[in-house]
């Protein structure tokens, strides 16, 4: 997936923080019919910008406008991990109440506390593995003088 960015700061020699704005994700929203934003970025605090570490292999500046890249299958297997994994230990919780232990009454509770301990691996996968990964990489820096036209 390519979109353009803002270079906002540099980390290091190989390493930039770029402000992404997230303008795909309200253009379709219904609640966005004003323009000042949909309802998934007033829940995030009514921002439709993200920060991101990219790598900066081009050499970008700060204030220069890029265009970064990133895996589809990654995102889409962080999706995967943080919507998936959650219903299906939850699922599992209530078979386990149900089926298993013969705890009919007690089967949703067991979803439920299920569904809570699933963010225990997530939020320990989030930090230790993915906060130390670059997942977006600065692919070329936009020319300014040729209407925004990344150049190699």
Known sequence: MRTKAIVTEL???????????????????????DGSGCSICTLLGGKNSTKAKARNRVGAAVGDTVEVESRSSRILG???????????????????GAYVFSLGDWAISMAFVAL???????????????????DVE????????RDNVPTP
């Open 11 to 33: 980390v290091s020699a190989e390493v930039a923080v770029v402000s992404v704005e997230r303008r795909a994700a309200c253009d379709g929203c219904h609640k966005n019919a």
């Open 78 to 96: 962080y999706a995967a991990l943080v919507f998936l994994l959650p219903l299906l230990l939850a699922f599992a919780g209530y078979l386990l």
């Open 116 to 134: 809570v301990v699933s963010f225990v691996p997530i939020l320990l996968y989030s930090k230790l593995v993915i906060s130390k990964r670059l």
């Open 138 to 145: 600065i692919v070329a820096v936009c020319d300014p003088s």
